[in-house]
């Protein structure tokens, strides 16, 4: 799969875990494994990414006498998430076209 494709569908994905509730780094690993494989460090490197373009927060707390970090989608996150769903209406649209001609050969 071309790199950045597979990179912008990590962000969505990583975003959509974190759509209804924050989270934090393995929980986000366990809600993302029945679709797709994420290592850790792969994950933060993404989080990172997402959190200095504006699309998620990060907040501390406590949790079992640790600090966890937790992951909050911002507006610009949400609207990714929405500018996907348009976007991946027009590669449905050309796959389609190209497994169309697959089926008249």
């Known amino acids: 799969m071309d790199i950045q494709l597979k990179r912008g569908l990590l962000d969505v994905c990583v975003l ?4 209804n509730e924050d989270s934090y780094g393995y929980k986000i ?3 993302l494994k029945p679709y797709i494989e994420l290592s850790e460090s792969t994950l933060y490197t993404i989080l990172k990414r997402l959190e ?3 699309m998620l927060t990060l907040r501390s707390a406590e949790h079992d006498g640790r600090l966890r970090k ?3 989608i911002t507006q610009d996150g949400i609207k990714r998430i929405d500018e996907f769903k348009d976007e991946w209406k027009e590669v449905i649209s050309v796959y389609r076209f190209v497994t169309e001609e697959d ?3």
Do not use: L, S, V
């Open 16 to 19: 959509a875990a974190i759509k």
């Open 29 to 31: 690993i366990k809600d």
């Open 52 to 54: 200095g373009a504006g």
């Open 70 to 72: 937790y992951y909050h």
């Open 103 to 105: 089926r008249h050969e």
